[in-house]
């Protein structure tokens, strides 16, 4: 199953950023001569209108082809012959999609989770807080004194409580509310097998109309994020702080797909909204043949002119696609010594945590 996840997500997210294109260009007058899902030989395909729409026999990758995208073409509706802003929009809009395709996964994800709650759902019979006396259904109003507002203020409070103490051997006292009255339950932190200092208690999780818009907003706020990591790892690569090792391709994709899915359909929901993310802050980068090379040569050409023909910056991006193609052979192959031939268990792509929204359902 493994790799039917992994082609099923790579053509989920390639069809959304040519679609991106695809949009665009029908939306400034662009003509569009073929939209293709899959590469290699045609399998079928119809035409609407002036459109070729195609699927085609290697399910990895994509094309959204437009007339005079890489040649000169005296069709007025062509791409060469579109003022450059249209140009630009059309270029950009595809990895528009892709982050647009992030932020909606990972807020569907964080709403179907629900809201947590200070109610305790469950209380582990093995803690020391079921032992004390605590309950689900308690609703816990202050820690220590400190009053609390929201599930994920807890964990913070405790972490000061441990760090003064310097151990997390330690006395606490839960401020709960219990048919409507005030109740003190002195209990203690401990130690779960993975050397995590718990309390051992769940938070009731709801789902409100309100949740939905909070939901998008950590979305966004988690997209946001993501994306700055992506591109600190991408300045690392330039400035030699990190090799080649940090990289992986498809290969590296469907091993991850794979780990990630054995941690349920949400796990692997958060990694296709990474790989999303990934394919657009890649597409933009100012390399031929990338959406963000053709940009740069978009600004070169408004600035010099006709100083460079359309039939030379095609030749110049074809040049580009070449040396991807050879780049992401030797990354494939990288992929197979780590994942295969030596048995590497890293998994190259991690799922993105949704304490990004600051909620937890469990209680460290």
Request: hydrophobic share 45%; with cysteine; glycine share 10%.
């Amino acid at each position: 199953m493994t790799i039917v996840y992994g082609i099923i997500i790579l053509l989920l997210l390639i069809f959304v950023h040519e679609f991106g294109h695809l949009l665009s260009a029908k939306m400034t007058g662009v003509r569009v001569n073929e939209f293709a899902l899959g590469m290699g030989p045609k399998l079928f395909g119809f035409k609407k209108g002036e459109t070729l729409y195609t699927f085609r026999a290697i399910p990895i990758g994509g094309y959204c082809a437009l007339e005079g995208q890489d040649e000169d073409s005296d069709d007025p509706r062509a791409f060469n012959n579109k003022p450059a802003p249209k140009r630009a929009f059309v270029l950009f809009a595809g990895s528009l999609m892709n982050v647009v395709l992030a932020i909606v996964l990972l807020s569907l994800t964080i709403f179907s989770m629900g809201q947590t709650t200070r109610v305790i759902a469950d209380v582990s019979e093995d803690s020391p807080s079921y032992a004390n006396g605590l309950r689900a259904g308690d609703e816990i109003i202050a820690v220590n004194g400190v009053d609390i507002d929201e599930w994920s203020e807890i964990t913070p409070v405790l972490k000061v409580l441990v760090d003064r103490a310097g151990s997390a051997d330690i006395d606490i006292t839960l401020t709960v509310l219990r048919d409507g009255a005030e109740k003190n339950i002195a209990t203690n932190l401990y130690e779960n097998e993975d050397g995590r200092i718990r309390l051992g208690i769940e938070s009731k999780v709801k789902r409100t109309p309100g949740l939905f818009f909070k939901s998008f907003y950590y979305g966004v706020k988690a997209t946001f994020a993501m994306s700055r990591m992506m591109y600190d790892v991408l300045g690392s690569l330039v400035t030699g702080k990190a090799g080649m090792d940090q990289l992986t391709g498809p290969v590296g994709i469907f091993v991850a797909v794979g780990e990630t899915a054995k941690h349920g359909f949400s796990s692997l929901v958060q990694l296709a909204a990474l790989i999303s993310l990934n394919l657009g802050i890649v597409n933009l980068l100012p390399f031929p043949a990338l959406d963000g090379g053709r940009l740069i040569f978009l600004l070169i050409r408004k600035i010099t002119g006709k100083a460079i023909s359309d039939k030379t910056e095609g030749t110049i991006h074809l040049v580009g696609i070449l040396v991807l193609f050879a780049f992401i052979a030797l990354i494939t192959l990288q992929d197979v010594d780590r994942f295969f031939i030596k048995k590497g268990d890293e998994t190259p792509i991690a799922s993105v945590e949704t304490a990004e929204t600051g909620e937890t359902a469990e209680s460290d």
